[in-house]
């Protein structure tokens, strides 16, 4: 087995999970790594719930295993005596690790201070040390003295903002959260993106699912598309940036030493989003009307159902998706020098 | 057969038929409010024996009741109907059956509790558990199909759960014990088959009032019949204001 420094925080092997005879997550293979903002999106049924609650070891998977750190959480490894005993640990440092949110806050009854301090006085603080730890959870949150308030008592973006305090009392190493946006309103929602980037700036893994495309463009190091219960690779290119200028027919995208055309567009746009079948590769420079011409090297290429996917480094890795033939045609191979263009008004900011 | 009955000692009271019913009224009334001994016995028995049903009921039947609610298994919906159906359990059928069990030719008869406190309250438990576990399994329904998830993610053990599940229900919890005691203290046909309406012993209030109501004696009878509606209604009074409170 390898090394803990080494494994990643989560793998997942031959996973299937079933809920009510029917299959909803198929996983062939599948890592988390730890530090990285993951975020999954997809349609309703998709199989995101499951997938974090698989992660978290509060379902089993029907067949393959979920490994924490190396351990088995649940799985085929529990058949085994000697299994049993190394997913009991799996389980334990997951629990100890990790801490889900649910989409619905479900506050208990009672004291925000009573529901936030809840985590850290059943897993063994004393009185005192819990209410100082719901305390500082509650002021990363943005609800500082909030404790005396009673649960029932607060706005939908109120409760969910607890819900993640009840979660960030544990000091998580590894926070996942479930649409944690679904029930807020835009400026909830706002507070909520800040205070997953903060948790992510201290070192806190997240793995969260949304159906909120921009605050996953705006979050994810990593974005994951789950269709029909199945991991999908994202065909999309996700720049992380900032605009570096505008003026009155392009907006300036600094990605990287990278700078991108997009359309003019006023905002504090954090993220240009640019589709990889949107991105033309050519040998030579083109003469035509799209106005990003970047020159690269291919690093990488493979097939992708029926396509082939071309990873051209350009100062930022640029992901394109092409036909085999005119792969053959123009010779992309690793190492290889070519030329990528598209449209500015194919870049989308976020 | 013996019956235990023990004879009534009224000689001191003249016989209540001709009695005009305010009369009647008026003696039960005095009778309460003098302190008569055996009447505040009584009374104090038939709490006695419903108290402690309950709470023996309460002791496995809330656990079980949470488990009901929380957990999804094969046959729920059955054995939640059949619960249900428990919770109108004829009172003589408990009795018949534990008498069967009890009695000195019976499997458990070398106990000899027949005709004893604990049979009372052996038969008055059974009476009470389906209500204790089918009232909290139905009050806790109302909690979120997820709520023990939360608390397992937070780091609560099973036992954990199940403390904080009845917590978080607890005005169910409470009416479903309270339910259990009003069945209970009500109820004549356990008392009676079981207790044997001994005096001094195993006499309760409805025991009791069957009793002097048979013998034509009303004001005791009107007496405890006084106690036991108040007891009923100081049950339902509490269990409104904490359906109201929760």
Redo the contacts between chains.
Sequence with gaps: MSSPVSAPLFSLRGLRARFEGRTVLTVDSLSFEEGVVTVLVGENGSGKTTLLRLLNGLIAPAEGCVEFRGKPVAGEGLAAREGRLAAREGLAAVRRESVLVHQSPLLFRGSVGLNVGYGPRIRGARRAEAAARAAEALRRVGLPGFERRRASALSGGEEQRVALARALALSPRVLLLDEPTANVDEESRRGIEAIIRDVSAAGTTVIMSTHNMELAYRLCDRLLRLDDGVPAEVEENILKGRIAGIDDQFAYFRTGNVVIRCPARQGDFAVAVLPCDELILSRLPLDSSARNQLKGIVTEIRPLGTLMLAVVDCGVPLKALITRQSAAQIGVAPGAACVVTFKASAVRLH | MTTPWAASNCSRRTPCVRSRATGVLGRAFELLVSGDREVWFITWTSLRFSLSSAVIACIPGIPLGVLIALRRFRGRRVLLAVLTSLMALPTVVVGLIVYSLVSRAGPLGSFGILFTPRAVILGQAILALPIVVSMTASGLSGL?P??P????????SRG?VLW?SV??ARGAVLSASLASFGRVVGEVGVAMMLGGNIRWYTRTITTAIALETSKGEFEQGIALGIVLIVMALGVNAVLHWMVRHE
């Design positions: 979120d997820l709520f998830e939360v608390l397992t993610t937070l780091g609560a954990g904080m917590r978080q």
